[in-house]
């Protein structure tokens, strides 16, 4: 019972990455990673986003993923880690066949780390 509870745990954790991955490559002229801003809400409730991300609404990602480059990874995003949205978006990206990860600390704690954001 333990061996699935570990193995289980270590699936779940996969599925995130750590914001000092993409902070490290979101500089590069070449970033491997595309930061996607998958809240289904307008610019102007938003506020802001993380810098550099595409608003791409998980409500609109299944018709817009042509848009997307399969040679890139993508991280996606939502207001805070306990909402389904990201969840969402990532199991959208994975079906379809993109590296895709979601942000461990979601918007909020890319926030509260005082991470770089811009103003929408």
């Known amino acids: 019972m333990e061996n699935a509870k570990i193995e289980l745990l270590k699936t779940c954790l ?3 990455i750590n914001h000092t991955d993409v902070l490290a490559d979101m500089d590069k002229e070449d ?12 610019a102007p409730v938003k506020g802001d986003q993380i810098k550099g991300a595409i608003a791409m609404p998980a409500k609109d990602l299944s018709a817009r993923l042509s ?12 207001w ?14 994975l079906s379809a066949g993109f590296e895709a990860y979601e942000l461990a600390s979601a918007l909020e704690g890319w926030k509260g780390m005082n991470l770089p954001i811009e103003k929408l």
């Open 14 to 16: 996969s599925l995130y």
């Open 31 to 42: 970033s491997k990673y595309v930061i996607l801003d998958v809240r289904n809400a307008p």
């Open 67 to 78: 848009e997307l480059d399969k040679s890139k990874t993508y991280v996606v995003y939502d």
């Open 80 to 93: 805070t880690a306990g909402t389904t949205l990201g969840k969402t978006a990532l199991l959208i990206l």
